[in-house]
């Protein structure tokens, strides 16, 4: 087991589609969870910035661009990159400044401002980039790439548009609770299956959204929060941001093939399970030991997907594990109390920070009407494009 941090404070911006830049949302968020932290920002050592592709110059160094915004003090700066996973890589960042003795108190920040529709490619011809090639030989969108991988998970492990649309509901009667959710609006069944398809066999409400939002947190030494009159803070126990491993046999974008097992046994398990065992073997837990989890719900069913891999449930059996009403809240271990990104829709930078921002107010007890009783042990996870592993275990 890795030592601990603190985190002392969380802060969001809502999400939605508010039209102004990443800096603004990630400035109004860090404040926030300075103000939570009862932590001046001069007292800060560090900064850890998720870097944002959409932000021009500014978006590539953003660890400096938020130092800048909340007034240059001298503070040490990182910024990160890992597509959907920059969070969780700006989290370990911090920790390890933290653990390693470079600093007492980091303030990490992401925030985003996207465009409409789906997410493309960056300008330009590069036939070398993965990314671009299956925008432009394939045509294939993010929602593309859900949309196979609901039609696999149907034709082998039998899963159906009704448990798809069930994951939807779920999480919209979560978001409706969430004054930081886009989307605050309960839906039924009959609503998920009457919106457009945009991606067989996947519909419109299947599918989250792309959304302006920040998110921070502020995490310390464990002394320091005793110092600061925290004795018993949300600690972070374990972080992975681990890799795949050769042959990845299941197709997986942006690759647009699959290695040869000619050679080469695949693993044991999936690229997505092997992240997480990373974070319980980090932590000394096992998925018995969950109160919740938040996971990456690109569409619902890749909620579904992480159920199995988070090994709440054996291989097939998530749909039932959701029948059951075990991930909802009240169930034996909700997942995406906050609403996910059903509810959200995705600021990439923010998204892995906004999971423990969620976690965090779950563990202290602060997080309401979507409160899970006796919250002791909390779980994230999510995959960045080009084989970047997040997940992060915090207790109380």
């Known amino acids: 087991m890795t030592a601990e941090v603190a985190v002392l404070g969380v802060g969001m911006h809502p999400w939605g589609k508010w039209g102004r830049g990443f800096t603004e949302y990630g400035s109004a968020a860090a404040r926030a969870a300075l103000a939570d932290a009862g932590v001046d920002w001069r007292d800060v050592d560090s900064v850890v910035g998720a870097d944002t592709v959409r932000g021009g110059y500014p978006g ?33 960042a911090a ?15 992401g925030a985003d401002s996207a465009p409409k529709g789906f997410f493309r490619p960056a300008g330009g011809d590069r036939a070398d980039d ?78 989250c959204a792309t959304s302006d939002g920040g998110a921070a947190l502020v995490l310390t030494g464990m002394e320091f ?18 890799t795949p491993r050769y042959p990845t046999t299941v197709l997986d974008l942006p690759d647009i093939a699959t290695d040869s097992a000619a050679a080469v046994e695949p693993a044991d398990e999936t690229f997505r399970a092997s992240i997480v065992r990373g974070a319980y073997e980090e932590a000394g837990v096992g998925p018995e030991d969950l109160s919740l989890a938040e996971v990456y719900d690109l569409s619902t069913a890749l909620e579904l997907q992480w159920y199995e891999d988070l090994g709440l ?47 965090t107010w779950q563990l202290r007890g602060d997080a309401g009407d979507r409160q899970v009783a006796g919250a002791r042990v909390g779980v994230t996870a999510n995959q960045g494009l080009f084989g970047h592993g997040s997940s992060v275990i915090a207790v109380r």
């Open 95 to 109: 920790r390890a400044q933290i653990l390693a003795g470079l600093a007492e108190v980091v303030l990490v920040v």
């Open 60 to 92: 590539y160094v953003a660890g400096a661009t938020f130092a800048k915004a909340l007034g240059w003090q001298g503070a040490r700066v990182t910024s990160v990159y890992a597509a959907c996973a920059s969070g969780a890589q700006a989290i370990a």
């Open 225 to 242: 929060a005793r110092r600061h009159g925290v004795a018993q803070p949300v600690r972070i126990r374990a972080v992975s941001t681990t």
């Open 313 to 359: 449930c054996g291989e097939g059996e998530a749909a039932k594990l959701l029948r059951e009403g075990a991930t909802a809240l009240g169930g034996r271990i909700p997942v995406n109390t906050s609403g996910g990104l059903a509810s959200f829709g995705e600021a990439v930078p923010a998204q892995a920070i906004a999971q423990v921002c969620e976690l």
């Open 130 to 207: 993965p990314d671009w090639l299956r925008f432009r030989v394939l045509g294939a969108t993010n929602p593309t790439y859900f949309g196979l991988y609901a039609r696999r998970r149907m034709a082998v492990l039998g899963d159906t548009l009704e448990d798809f649309a069930r994951v939807k509901v779920k999480n919209a009667a979560l978001g409706a609770l969430n004054p930081n959710a886009r989307y605050r609006k309960r839906v039924t069944a009959e609503e998920v299956a009457a919106s457009a398809v945009v991606a067989d066999p996947l519909r419109l409400l299947d599918i």
